[in-house]
């Protein structure tokens, strides 16, 4: 994993691709939410307003990572939409296994949607050719956003 790096977009031919980066498992979920908020509007632009922060809970379950990383990924697309907000970050976020499932919780920080601030409309999280691995230096999925 390259230093520091949290995220990188990589080119991609019709949608928006990227590769999320994290030492520990919760670290790669934190930056893949936070790559998907990036690509719909400027977070640090968001982070810096003043207006007051709304925070909203994401709690899913999953047998396997990737698909919890698919689910997480949709609900928090569909949870900031659905309350007119632009996410920005993510606040305690904490995977656990329980049984044969991977458990996710957090909260996702955001503010009233703002059009000087859009980037792109994002449809949708595609479930192809999206994976985890474990290298060396820590975890890194990949994830192409349809916009």
Not at 7 to 12: D, N, S, T, V
Request: charged share 30%; aromatic share 10%; no cysteine.
């Amino acid at each position: 994993m390259p230093k520091k790096m949290r995220y990188r977009f990589i080119e991609h031919t019709a949608d928006v691709e990227f590769v999320a980066y994290g030492e520990t498992i919760e670290q790669l979920f934190v930056n893949a939410l936070t790559a998907m908020f990036d690509t719909v509007a400027d977070i640090k632009k968001l982070k810096n307003l003043k207006e007051q922060k709304r925070k909203l809970e994401l709690f899913e379950k999953a047998p396997e990572l990737e698909d919890l990383l698919w689910f997480s990924l949709q609900d928090a697309l569909s949870l900031i939409d659905s309350n007119g907000l632009q996410g920005f970050s993510v606040d305690s976020l904490k995977i656990r296994k329980n049984g044969p499932d991977y458990v996710l919780a957090a909260w996702l920080e955001g503010r009233k949607k703002n059009q000087k601030l859009a980037k792109l409309d994002v449809k949708g999280v595609s479930r192809f050719d999206m994976h985890i691995e474990l290298g060396r230096k820590g975890y890194t999925a990949t994830v192409v956003l349809d916009v």
